[in-house]
């Protein structure tokens, strides 16, 4: 019972004759009922219930109820109001008993909402015979399914199939929440792909077709991917079936790829026309990678028209979607027989639920700002010279292309403007919800002449700004209307990409501004809004935008005042050095000095010079006066936004947090109860944020726009939804590693919940910049700063708190490999409003001068200002303003402190020595002559290296601080003689000479030589703090220079030419106090500008005057806390190998801030073992401790190789911060822990660390950590407590031998050797003597103890060298290993047993010698004759299908109780259960070389096979050693085998030929044998069945590589190769889970399941029993019951309810197999193995389903090989009779103007299309029947197993080969009108599937169109009458025939038909003709008695006359022949009457 509870409507629309009088009707199936009417009333309820009885009948899952609202009339028709349609999927499935559908949308006959809703209740209650639904029932008639409206039934809803109103209501069951999972999807199944460009591959098979539209059609299908694109072969009709398969292969940026669209389209192939287009379906490709396993797999797509949007669906197609990236498993596709069950509606890759919508996404641009310069000047130039007004910022023509889902569409372009104002609507039409994910806006530069440049681009990311809100339905009550459609804005987009600075040449950073890579400058931002409109119609693509709309936009333009201050507390770890460095900050265009556009801000900081830091790095020395910057700008408020996201995002940092502790936990296995504790204190963490925090209210907040508000709902919902789950967790959860994953998901949904999509406040810029050249720069997000009033979490991560920022090079090719520096900045950013609050963050004072420098140059002795060339008296620090003290004005509510005084700037002035504790002074000594005279001392006799003045030896003083090593001496350890003079000579102009010799020739003019004498830093330790203080230089405060330019030193040289001071003064603020005054510091102080412009000096840019000129503003510390570090540097492991040696020489910079060390190098290792500690004594942090502590500076490791010549490389850089302790007597110590090290994106290794930072108290340190143990002179080791604990432990290594050992050094390797290096000890093998002949080491085994840590996370990894043994004693390494995870060798010595060691077959062959097995054939005749009958009925094939589960093609075979295999869908060895066939020994690759750049491994120079056992030992030397682990092992000889090699068929090969198919054959290589299967290659195809069985036999272990490879055969070209697979059959033969030959489930003695082995069950029981240690198995007398390993089996057990067939052996062995069957060895198998190429390394080339099976020769013979010859197909004939049709639709007129035509019948199998036949024609049907009695003959060759036709024929007449398809075996049978004279005419069509056909009618009276099931088409429900004609034989009576008018399928006629199928003897037995051709028997073919009325009209003039003008004209015909007769009479009448007359009156006889 079925009952809808109509409640309530609301809102329904007023009707143009007042109030209507609301009545519902509800249809479903063919019933309808109605509630009464209500009278005007616009919210009716009625409140009534309507039932509608099931008659007994469960619900189908398609069913639905349409429910229409009317206006009740009293007479005439009821006027329709609105309509819904509601599905009933939910209700049918059982899921729910009752479906509450509230608020369901009516929709007009458009389907559009009318603004009404209606509220309904539909129960259901199942009968009591159905228990459960059943989905393929065929009483639902789906043709329902597209009338969507009330009683007309005629409404379209758009895409057919579900009402438009269920989109809007998820209750009404929506089929999936697809919408959802689109918008939603989560980016979690892209793996972390890195972003380098690699190999893809994508594969798209396409299936079928249904309801295509259109008659008698040629459907086509065309797949574009990437610019490739392919096409199917044409096929015909409506239904088409294609099966093929496409592959796209593609190596680009992930990224890049998942923007790429699929397109697949449908032509029609017989159109020559453009549009022949009939339909299309697009998708992006990372949707495909988002599906679960990367696959869409067979499903239907809805095929639409792209350019009529109103049109509806165009049919399906069915297709299945693979992307496969590198080491991606490949899905299997279950071809399922009953493909045409697939529910369409089930299996929609879009559910009709959530039908696609036409939507139009509207892009409003209203107007963009801080566009920049992008055109040249020289236009501008010349027009300037002419007087025009300079106008350089607006060199810029702009205009913004938009993209989205292929189509790009153009903005207006506005010339030369800045801020342009666009003003104008992009309209994109679109289906939604689209597959598509990203709206592109590119803002380009307009150029006349060349191409447009791109100035940035952005993107609005779908599923960012749009919701379907499935999520968290379940919990929300009353509101699940979380979804929401696409929305942004109005809202600015800020664009990023190359720096702004415009020059002339191409720009180097241009990618930038495409979006590839991380934009590096701001480059203006663009004022955007999207809304999206459903369903609506649009005209213009592009339209301007009304003024209403303008003016409503202003307000969301209101811009605040914002304030940034940030102080730079520190600047190391800098490499290169030079010029003086600055930092600028910006923020948009706010604070970047070379932008002239805004108000010259104190942006940079001042110039300062690095100093060496006594190491390796060096630092900006700021010591206690920070350089500080501050910023003022000008932004929208969107603070509500930012809250809400920082709060979101500080509970996902603290959860972070959490969940890094607890994984750590679970590495390091602590306790259960701590990790309970760890656990609670997170679940507890989460439940606490989430109550305390909750997302702010939008109620009142300034420009908050509709997404605001979306946003906000669902975010809160989300939230809640993760609170309850983490409630529930709390008092549910029992293991904490199973709710790992559930945390982790929640951690994703926050961060994704954290971001914001409308953020247009810019990122925060900080560069670097050395000189005036921008070097390096970071972006630090401007919410991660801010500050906000609403709580404290709402504040910003680093909001006034110190944060460490390492910068990068722009667009860095190494990702970072080498670090400019690293930045300790303290940054606050907030409203103007709120910056007296900056007070409580700021620490230190803060301290504001101007400053301007006094210069003044050397002319005759005299200082003075007369000799300045181009310089002023007075400038600014670059000498190239002009500045004067009278024009400073201090800025407004500022005043000056104090007057102006000298005040040296120190960090310009730093002398070369400065860091160093060592250093030489330098000075060249310099003669020159005449050639050929005496030397004399040259003019300047001393200068330094550049040939500029310096002063003599004696001169020079050792300044304070330093004393000198030695004297004076001269440098030979340079190209110079035994003097130290080098020569040279000089040509002019030139003063001196260019280069230098150390031999003496005639023509020689100069000579130099080189005094050097060491200094050392006197060992007295001077703080910083107090070096600042020394009074340095002239006390005068000059600096001195030798020429104007950057270099000045402090004490004056003899050689000095120029000198200047630097002036200060200081200001204060005038009014208020605290920190936060210096937001008031805007604008430049005065410049003298008047001067500039006397000169007629073209004005230079604003920059050079302003930003020179802003004060500085200094934060000042009183003085630093003093803290003591020290950093335990333990272990490092997987580093990089970058010599050639194939090691590294591994040592490291540990930095912390300003200061650095290095540990010692380890020379060649990959796996170093430091075991250091790094005393940092006094490190020096200005601040806060607490906020240290909070926060500490890292210790950063660089960890490089050392190189003996050239530099050393960089192997990575890894983080760790410091454990703080601000009271050193806290007790707790650092764990050491890994952490990961980074090359460039890459991780490179890990590095075991700890480190602490202890605050000094007392300066003597009394009260630190002692101090730990030494190594060496200054070599500290990691002291106790936090060095890791270790047991002494013992170490089997089982060395078999060495393979596949590649030329070292073009030398084989003959004589290998192994070293093993582990924990420190190492131990060497025994030397294999040659390794051709055996390569097995000659002593297996070898053993040693190591102390090792207890913990598992703190092992080292296991390193394996094989060294050779070559001529003269050299040693080289030819390969190396090294193996980390040692838990899986870890064993309890006392348990398990010897069994490792030994392998089921090598054990045989060590096995006594009494094994003779016969097997040959005694059977009698007659059991032979038997088995050649069974082999018809079932062969090979029976059994491996049948153990695929494809019953339908293995006849009989399971009843016959034979066995079955065992499928493995993956290598034999990656089985799991069989541990990779490594349990006797594992295969570990060697590598030799550096690790490459490209990402490439190291390359493989062999293998080594082994296995290592490890087990504790006790420290007491009186315990006795456990066991040994290996013992008995096997010869380690060489074995001959025999090998047979089963190739079964290959799967999805990758195509080589043109027409994407490819023509395999099999190529096997084993050692030197090669066996090329060329001659028997399979024609086109890429799923070819080979059924190919080699045999070989080969020497193992030399030859135990067996490649197979499957070539593509090529008649011309050379073959391809498609993929290989290699096999291990060593591992194969030795491993004890009898790999070698599977072991089947019954003994048989013949038939196919013949026993192959050499060994009878019994035997092998034993083996294994002897090799396990246990006792032998005892079997019984009779051999019906064993006993093994303390069990009793008996016969009856293992075969008490399977048929006993005759083939099966005797019972003894029977039940040997039986027990053996239970001990885990490996059955008979079909193993799949994935193909390879080279040319893709990593993709799958396809899938070889195959095995292998292995018999060394000692054992004697092996069975009889298998049969696996594949099938051959059946030759049977479809007979088909057409006797008659009837109501045949009359298409012609006749002359005489009857309808009639002229029939006749077409037919062929689709696939044999060439074999089409017709029958004659009946003429003149006037009533629609036709006679034929005609037969169609169609031979065709059928797979019986299969169920397809098996189809063979040349593609093309050029074609080589004939190619074979399968196609389903079907009929079409075609009515036609036959026209002379013209084209025949089409009437209708007939397709029926000959294995479910659907039976015929009786009568022609019953033969309606419903019989044909196939209307919804794909959904058609079996039907339960349908057969098989195979079956069944032969089958009479009528089909109805139908064709296609506007999309509704109509009846064009019925034919009788008898359809025959027979085979190939009982055609011969039973012969028959074509047609009614001889022999015309079975049955006999009468000439049809056809109405006399059928003939052609043109060949029988006769009948024409009888039958046409006869019969038509008859009475006429009588009535003219009167007529003539009359007027004949007439006519003589009047002719003979005057002389009758005149002979009456005459009478001339009388």
């Given at each position: ?16 004759f ?10 479903f199936k063919?019933?309808k ?32 109820i349409t ?5 009740f009339?009293?007479i ?23 479906l ?12 559009q ?15 009591a ?13 789906p043709q ?11 409404e379209e ?16 069951g929506?089929?999936g ?8 999807r ?9 972003n380098k460009p ?23 299908v065309?797949v574009n991917?990437?610019?490739?694109t392919?096409?199917?072969r ?7 079936f ?7 292969n593609?190596?680009m940026?992930?990224?890049?790829l ?6 697949i ?9 453009a ?15 988002d599906?679960?396993?990367h ?6 797509l ?7 949007s ?6 399906y ?9 590198t ?8 071809r ?21 919508r ?38 810029v023509?702009p ?18 403007n ?5 003003n104008?609507?992009i309209?994109?039409q679109?289906k ?5 994910d990203?709206?592109r806006?590119?803002?380009?530069d ?31 009550t ?9 929305a ?6 800020n ?14 950073y ?9 934009g ?13 409109k ?10 301007d935008i ?12 209101r811009?605040?005042?914002?304030s ?18 600055q ?9 970047n ?28 020395p700021?010591?206690n006066?920070k ?12 603070s509500h936004?930012?809250d809400?996201v ?13 969940i ?16 309970a ?10 439940i ?8 702010p ?7 908050l726009?509709s997404?605001d ?16 789950s983490?409630?529930r967790?709390?008092?549910?959860a ?9 945390i ?49 979490q ?6 006034g708190k ?12 190494t990702?970072?490999i080498?670090?400019p520096?690293?930045?300790r ?13 900056f ?7 803060f301290?504001?001068f ?7 140059a050397?002319?005759?002795g ?12 007075t ?10 003290r009278?024009?400073?004005m ?6 000056w ?20 504790t ?21 003019d ?12 003599s ?5 050792c300044p ?9 001496s ?6 110079v ?28 003019t100069?000579?130099r030589k080189?005094m ?19 009074p340095?230089?002239?006390p ?7 020429l104007i330019?950057?270099k000045?030193h402090?004490?004056q040289?003899s ?12 200001m204060a603020p005038?009014?208020r106090?605290g920190?936060?005054?210096i ?6 102080l ?10 007629g000096?073209s ?7 302003f930003g020179a000129?802003?004060?500085t503003v ?8 003093v803290?003591?570090?020290r950093v335990?540097v333990y ?5 990089l190998?970058?010599?050639k040696?194939s090691?590294s ?5 540990v930095?912390f801030?300003?200061?650095s ?8 290792t ?10 940092f004594?006094?490190v020096?942090?200005y ?20 190189d ?17 302790k ?7 110590s ?24 202890i ?16 190594r ?20 089997e290594?089982?060395?078999w ?5 590649k ?7 003959s ?11 190492v ?6 003597k040659?390794?051709?002949k ?17 913990e ?10 094989v060294?050779?043994?070559r001529p ?37 062959m060590?096995?006594?010698?009494d094994?003779?097995?016969d ?33 339908e ?19 034999l ?34 293998e ?10 006790s ?10 682990q ?9 074995q ?11 799967i ?18 084993l ?10 290659y ?16 080969c020497f193992i ?13 090529d008649?011309?070209s ?10 291990d059959l ?10 070698y030959?599977?072991?089947p489930?019954t ?12 060994m ?8 294994l029993?002897?090799l ?5 198995p ?9 006993s093994?390993?303390?069990r009793e ?7 008490a309810n ?37 040319f893709?390394p ?7 389903q195959?095995?292998?099976?292995i ?18 197909p ?20 006749s002359?005489t ?10 037919g ?24 034929f009695?005609w ?6 060759e ?11 024929r ?6 080589l080969?004939?190619s074979?398809?399968?196609?389903p ?10 026209d002379?004279?013209?084209l025949d ?16 009618a009786?009568?022609p ?6 019989r044909?099931t ?17 079956t069944?034989?032969?089958v009479?009576?009528?089909?109805p ?11 064009t ?5 008898t359809?025959e ?21 079975n049955?006999?073919?009468?000439p ?8 052609f ?8 006359m ?5 019969r ?15 007027l ?17 009156i005459?009478?001339p006889?009388?």
């Amino acid at each position: 019972m079925l009952r809808v509870v109509v409640e309530s409507a609301s809102k329904l629309p007023k009707s143009s004759f007042g109030t209507p009088d609301p009545i519902t009707t509800v249809n479903f199936k063919d019933e309808k009922k109605k509630t009464k009417s209500i009278n005007s009333n616009l919210n009716p309820v009625w409140n009534e219930v309507l039932e509608f009885d099931l008659k007994g009948l469960p619900l189908d899952s398609s069913s639905f109820i349409t429910v229409t609202v009317k206006d009740f009339e009293t007479i005439g028709k009821d006027k329709f109001i609105g309509s819904t349609t509601i599905f009933l999927k939910d209700l049918a499935s059982g899921q729910v008993k009752t479906l509450p559908s509230k608020n369901l949308p009516l929709l007009n006959e458009k389907s559009q909402p009318i603004g009404g809703t209606i509220d309904l209740l539909i129960a259901y209650e199942p009968p009591a015979s159905a228990a459960l639904p059943n989905p393929n029932d065929p009483t639902a008639n789906p043709q329902d399914a597209g009338a969507g409206g009330g009683d007309e039934g005629d409404e379209e809803y758009v895409d057919g199939g579900g009402g438009g109103g269920v989109p809007e209501s998820p209750s009404a069951g929506q089929p999936g929440n697809q919408l959802q999972k689109r918008l939603g999807r989560s980016k979690k199944n892209r793996r972390i792909l890195s972003n380098k460009p690699q190999d893809f591959q994508i594969r798209i098979r396409v299936i079928e077709g249904r309801q295509l539209p259109g008659n008698n059609i040629k459907p086509v299908v065309k797949v574009n991917v990437c610019g490739q694109t392919h096409r199917t072969r044409i096929r015909r009709g409506n239904n088409p079936f294609f099966d093929e398969i496409f592959f796209y292969n593609v190596n680009m940026l992930p990224s890049d790829l998942f923007d790429e669209y699929i397109s697949i389209r449908v032509y029609d192939s017989y159109s020559l026309r453009a549009d022949s287009l009939m339909g299309e379906f697009k998708l992006d490709v990372g949707y495909v990678y988002d599906e679960p396993g990367h696959t869409v797999m067979r499903k239907w797509l809805l095929l639409n028209d792209p350019d009529d949007s109103t049109s509806g669906a165009k049919g399906y197609l069915k297709v299945s979607m693979f992307i496969v990236g590198t080491g991606d498993e490949l899905p299997v596709e279950n071809r399922d027989t009953d493909g045409d069950q697939d529910d369409i509606e089930s299996n929609l890759l879009l559910p009709a639920g959530v039908s696609l919508r036409w939507v139009t996404f509207m892009l409003k641009l209203y107007r963009a700002e801080d566009i920049p310069q992008m055109d040249d000047a020289f236009v501008q130039s010349v027009k300037e010279m002419f007087g025009a007004a300079s106008n350089k910022k607006n060199l810029v023509d702009p205009f913004v292309e938009v993209c989205f889902a292929g189509k790009k569409i153009c903005s207006k372009i506005i010339e030369k403007n800045a801020n342009p104002d666009w003003n104008q609507v992009i309209n994109l039409q679109i289906k939604f919800p689209s597959m598509c994910d990203r709206i592109r806006l590119t803002v380009f530069d307009w150029d006349r002449l060349t191409r447009n440049d791109a100035v940035g681009t952005t993107y609005l990311n779908l599923s960012k700004i749009a919701s379907s809100g499935g999520d968290f339905e379940a919990e929300n009550t009353g509101e699940s209307d979380v979804g929401f459609l696409p929305a942004f804005g109005p809202c600015y987009v800020n664009l990023y990409g190359s720096p702004r600075e415009f020059t002339g040449f191409p720009d180097p950073y241009e990618d930038l501004n495409y979006g590839k890579g991380e934009g590096v400058a701001y480059r203006g931002r663009v004022l955007v809004e999207l809304t999206t409109k459903l369903d609506a119609k649009v005209d213009k693509k592009i339209e301007d935008i009304p003024n209403d709309d303008i003016l409503v936009v202003e307000k969301y333009q209101r811009r605040r005042k914002y304030s940034m201050c940030a102080v730079f507390h520190t600047a190391n770890m800098l490499q290169d050095v030079g010029e003086p460095i600055q930092f600028e900050v910006s923020i948009g265009n706010y604070g970047n000095i070379f932008d002239s556009t805004c108000k010259p801000l104190a942006s940079t900081t001042q110039y300062s010079c690095a100093v060496f830091d006594g190491n390796f790095f060096y630092y900006l020395p700021w010591s206690n006066i920070k350089p500080v910057v501050i910023l003022t700008s000008y932004w929208e408020d969107i603070s509500h936004r930012m809250d809400a996201v920082n709060i979101i995002q500080n509970i996902t940092d603290r959860l972070q947090n959490h969940i890094s502790s607890l994984k750590t936990a679970l590495l390091a296995k602590v306790s259960d109860t701590r990790l309970a504790e760890i656990w609670l204190k997170l679940v507890n963490q989460v439940i606490e944020d989430l109550d305390s925090n909750p997302v702010p209210e939008l109620e009142g907040k300034a420009n908050l726009t509709s997404l605001d508000i979306q946003i906000r709902k669902m975010r809160v919902s989300a939230l809640k939804f993760i609170k309850d789950s983490a409630v529930r967790m709390r008092e549910e959860a029992t293991d904490v590693k199973t709710t790992l994953m559930e945390i982790e998901n929640w951690l994703e949904r926050m961060t994704g919940l954290g971001d914001e999509p409308q953020n247009s406040m810019p990122d925060v810029i900080i560069w670097m910049l050395r000189g005036e050249k921008r070097v390096a720069y970071a972006r630090i997000p401007a919410h991660r700063i801010m500050y906000s009033t609403t709580s404290e979490q709402a504040c910003g991560k680093y909001c006034g708190k110190t944060q460490t920022i390492y910068m990068q090079y722009p667009m860095d090719k190494t990702k970072g490999i080498k670090l400019p520096v690293q930045l300790r900045v303290n940054m606050w950013f907030g409203l103007s409003a709120h910056e007296n609050k900056f007070n409580s963050f700021a620490e230190g004072t803060f301290s504001v001068f101007t400053e301007m420098y006094e210069n003044q140059a050397l002319v005759f002795g005299k200082w003075g200002t007369t000799g300045l060339v181009g310089r002023h008296k007075t400038s600014d620090v670059t000498g190239k303003i002009k500045l004067k003290r009278e024009s400073f004005m201090p800025p407004k509510g500022w005043e000056w402190e104090e007057d102006w005084f000298v005040d040296p700037e120190r960090s310009l002035l730093t002398e070369a020595d400065a860091g160093h504790t060592e250093f030489t002074d330098e000075v060249f000594q310099n003669e020159t002559r005449y050639p050929g005279g005496e030397w004399k001392p040259a003019d300047e006799p001393y200068t330094d290296v550049n040939g500029e003045k310096a002063q003599s030896p004696s001169q020079i003083e050792c300044p304070p601080g330093w004393k000198w090593e030695e004297a004076w001496s001269f440098d030979i350890n340079r190209a110079v003689d035994e003097n130290g003079w080098e020569y040279g000579i000089t040509i002019p102009p030139d003063s001196k000479p260019k280069s230098w010799v150390p031999a003496e020739k005639m023509y020689h003019t100069h000579r130099r030589k080189r005094m050097v004498r060491p200094r050392k830093k006197e060992s007295k330790a001077i703080t910083p703090s107090e070096k600042m203080a020394a009074p340095l230089g002239d006390p005068e405060g000059w600096e001195y220079s030798s020429l104007i330019g950057w270099k000045f030193h402090r004490m004056q040289r003899s050689t000095d030419t120029f000198r200047r001071r630097r002036w200060r003064k200081k200001m204060a603020p005038s009014d208020r106090l605290g920190a936060a005054a210096i937001f008031k510091l805007e604008g430049a102080l005065g410049t003298d500008i008047s001067d500039v412009d006397e000169k007629g000096k073209s004005k230079d840019s604003a920059t050079t005057m302003f930003g020179a000129n802003t004060p500085t503003v200094s934060c000042n510390f009183d003085k630093p806390f003093v803290y003591h570090l020290r950093v335990y540097v333990y272990q490092a492991r997987n580093l990089l190998a970058l010599d050639k040696d194939s090691f590294s020489d591994p040592y490291a910079h540990v930095s912390f801030l300003h200061l650095s060390k290095t540990t010692e190098t380890i020379p060649a290792t990959l796996n170093p073992t430091w075991d250091q500690t790094l005393i940092f004594n006094t490190v020096e942090i200005y601040g806060d401790p607490q906020s240290v502590a909070q926060n500490p500076p890292n210790v950063v490791f660089e960890l490089f190789d050392k190189d003996q010549v050239g530099k050393d490389e960089p192997l990575g850089r890894s983080v760790c911060p410091p454990l703080v302790k601000l009271n050193p007597e806290t007790g707790v110590s650092p764990r050491l822990l890994w952490y990961p090290i980074m090359h460039g994106d890459k991780k490179s290794g890990d590095l075991l660390v700890a480190a602490e930072l202890i605050m000094k108290d007392k300066p003597d340190g009394s009260n630190l950590p002692i101090v730990p143990p030494k190594r060496a002179a200054k070599l500290y080791m990691v002291p106790q407590g936090i060095r890791p604990v270790v047991q002494l432990t013992g170490i089997e290594i089982l060395t078999w031998g060495l393979r596949n050992m590649k030329n070292f050094q073009l030398a084989a390797v003959s004589s290998p050797s192994l070293i093993v290096e582990f924990g420190g000890e190492v131990v060497q093998s025994a030397v294999i003597k040659n390794i051709r002949k055996n390569p097995n080491f000659p002593g297996s085994v070898l053993f040693f103890k190591v102390l090792l840590p207890k913990e598992e996370m703190y092992t080292p990894p296991i390193v394996i060298k094989v060294i050779d043994h070559r001529p003269f004693g050299r040693k080289p390494i030819v390969g190396q290993c090294t193996i980390d995870s040692l838990e899986v060798f870890r064993c309890d010595p006392y348990t398990t047993r010897a069994e490792v060691a030994m392998s089921s077959k090598v054990a045989l062959m060590a096995a006594p010698r009494d094994v003779a097995i016969d097997m040959e054939d005694r059977r009698p005749l007659l059991e032979t004759q038997q088995a050649e009958r069974e082999k018809e009925t079932v062969d090979w094939w029976s059994k491996f299908y049948s153990s695929l589960g494809e019953h339908e093609k293995c006849g009989p075979y399971l009843q016959k109780g034979y066995d079955t295999l065992k499928i493995f869908r993956t290598e034999l060895e990656n089985v799991p259960e069989y541990k990779g066939l490594t349990d006797f020994c594992d295969t570990f690759k060697l590598y030799r070389g550096k690790s490459g750049e490209d990402d490439e491994d190291p390359s493989v120079v062999g293998e080594f096979k082994g296995l290592f056992k490890i087990y504790p030992l006790s420290d007491d030397p009186g315990v006795p050693a456990p066991p040994r682990q290996f013992r008995e092992l096997p010869d380690s000889g060489p074995q001959e085998c025999i090998v047979r090699i089963y190739i079964i068929r290959a799967i999805d090969l990758q195509p080589k030929d043109n027409n994407g198919l490819c023509d395999p054959y099999i190529k096997i290589a084993l050692g030197k044998k090669v066996v090329e299967d060329r001659d028997h290659y399979i024609p086109n195809t890429v799923n070819p069945v080979f059924g190919r069985m080699f045999e070989l036999t080969c020497f193992i272990p030399q030859e135990k590589d067996l490649k197979i490879s499957v070539y593509d055969y090529d008649l011309m070209s050379r073959d391809e190769k498609v993929g290989e697979t290699v096999i291990d059959l060593e591992n194969r033969l030795l491993s004890r889970f009898g790999s070698y030959c599977g072991i089947p489930q019954t003994y048989c003695t013949s038939g196919i399941n013949q026993w192959r082995d050499q060994m009878k069950p019994s035997q092998i029981l034993q083996n294994l029993s002897r090799l396990r240690g246990i006792p032998p198995p005892v079997p019984a007398e009779n051999g019906k019951t064993l006993s093994h390993a303390g069990r009793e089996y008996t016969l009856d057990e293992f075969e008490a309810n399977k048929e006993i067939h005759q083939h099966l052996g005797p019972p003894n062995e029977r039940l040997a197999l039986h027990v053996l069957r239970t001990q885990g060895l490996v059955p008979e198998h079909v193993e799949s193995r994935t193909l390879y190429s080279s040319f893709q390394p990593t993709l799958s080339q396809g899938i070889l389903q195959m095995w292998v099976d292995i018999f060394p020769k000692s054992l004697g013979l092996p069975g009889p090989p298998l049969d696996i010859t594949p099938r051959k197909p059946k030759k049977f004939f479809l007979r088909v009779i057409i006797w008659n049709t009837t109501e045949v639709i009359l298409d012609e007129t006749s002359i005489t103007g009857e309808d009639m035509s002229d029939i006749y019948v077409k037919g062929w199998m689709p696939g044999m299309e060439e074999n089409k036949q017709k029958t004659d024609v009946h003429f003149r049907s006037l009533d629609g029947d036709g006679n034929f009695n005609w037969r169609f003959v169609y031979p065709f060759e059928y797979l019986p197993a299969e169920q397809l036709c098996l189809v063979s024929r040349k593609e093309h007449f050029w074609s080589l080969d004939k190619s074979e398809f399968r196609t389903p075996a079907k009929l079409i049978i075609q009515i036609w009108d036959n026209d002379k004279f013209s084209l025949d005419d089409y009437l209708g069509t007939l397709e029926l599937d000959l294995n479910k056909l659907t039976p015929p009618a009786k009568t022609p009276q019953k033969c309606l169109l419903e019989r044909i099931t196939d209307i919804k088409g794909p959904a058609s429900h079996k039907s339960s009458q349908d057969t098989s004609l195979f079956t069944q034989k032969s089958v009479r009576g009528w089909w109805p025939c139908m064709s296609e008018v506007d999309g509704k399928r109509t009846l064009t006629g019925k034919v009788e038909m008898t359809l025959e199928i027979v085979t190939e003897k009982e055609a011969e037995e039973r012969p028959a003709g074509k047609g009614r051709d001889e022999p015309n028997m079975n049955p006999k073919l009468d000439p049809p008695n056809r109405p006399e009325t059928s003939f052609f009209w043109f060949t029988n003039p006769c009948k024409t006359m009888k039958f046409i003008v006869w019969r038509r004209f008859k009475w006429v015909f009588i009535g003219i022949i009167i007529l003539i007769l009359v007027l004949l009479f007439l006519g003589i009448l009047f002719y003979s009457l005057p002389n009758y007359i005149s002979m009456k009156i005459v009478k001339p006889f009388q």
